[in-house]
């Protein structure tokens, strides 16, 4: 069964630090790993994807996320947070026959000026 | 250029009616999809359409039904509204089901069942 954990409700990090959001996985086979972002009252939005390759995986609005095999973890990281990025971040991942994803809990960011 | 649309963005019920939620989507993608997310913003899939045909029904009541016309569209038929209805709704799609795509979501229905 393939699953993923976030083992933090709520992460507050003050502007221009560094973030951190954790996300665990369990997976059988190959990991295809994604990450998500939520604005209130908005649709998920698609952040970046672990598919294969580098373990560093680039995104969208200045994130990243590091896959860690020995781990089993995806964390998804800022070197400078925004005010802006305080949002709900969603850690996924897609089965092996492509059809369903899982989704974490959620990870609730506040970003405090 | 709206990708994946929903309507209607709100939806206040009493328990008991039937109501639809209605979903487009205009990248050309062949599979789609509907999740509700609760008040604790937990994210469950209910339905995968793939190409029109049903592929994923998760434990959902059978109050439930999906409709996809064509490829562009899922709806969500929801039959005798109970309390626990009451979420936000998305639909989502992606190129197809294979393992790599990620998916796209609609802006979300909040449903409020009274």
């Known amino acids: 069964a393939q699953s993923v954990a976030q083992p933090e409700d709520q992460v507050n990090v003050a502007e221009g630090n560094p973030l951190t959001v954790k996300c665990t996985y369990s997976?059988?086979?190959?990991?295809?790993l994604f990450w998500y972002v939520q604005y209130p009252n908005r649709g998920l939005q698609f952040l970046l994807k672990?598919?294969?390759?580098?373990?560093l995986v680039k995104g969208s609005y200045g994130f990243e996320a590091e896959f860690n095999k020995s781990q089993t973890s995806f964390h998804l990281k800022k070197p400078s947070a925004l005010v802006s990025d305080s949002a709900l971040y969603f850690c996924?991942?897609?089965?092996?026959?492509?059809?369903?994803?899982?989704f974490g809990t959620g990870t609730s960011l506040t970003v405090i000026p | 250029d709206t990708a994946v649309s929903q309507t209607p963005k709100y939806l206040v019920t009493q328990m008991g009616n039937d109501k639809s939620i209605k979903c487009e989507q205009n990248?050309?993608?062949?599979?789609m999809y509907w999740y509700k997310q609760d008040s604790k913003k937990f994210l469950k899939i209910m339905f995968s359409?793939?190409?029109?045909?049903?592929?994923i029904n998760e434990t959902v009541p059978n109050r439930f039904s999906p409709k996809s016309p064509d490829k562009a569209h899922l709806n969500l038929h929801i039959n005798s509204l109970e309390l626990g209805d009451s979420a936000v709704y998305f639909c989502?799609?992606?190129?197809?089901?294979?393992?790599?795509?990620?998916?796209?979501f609609g802006p979300g229905t909040r449903l409020t069942v009274l």
């Open positions: 996924a991942v897609r089965d092996n026959t492509g059809n369903q994803f899982y």
């Open positions: 997976v059988s086979g190959n990991p295809y």
């Open positions: 990248l050309g993608h062949d599979t």
């Open positions: 359409y793939n190409n029109k045909e049903l592929i």
């Open positions: 672990y598919i294969t390759g580098d373990n």
């Open positions: 989502a799609s992606s190129p197809s089901s294979g393992r790599f795509n990620e998916q796209f």
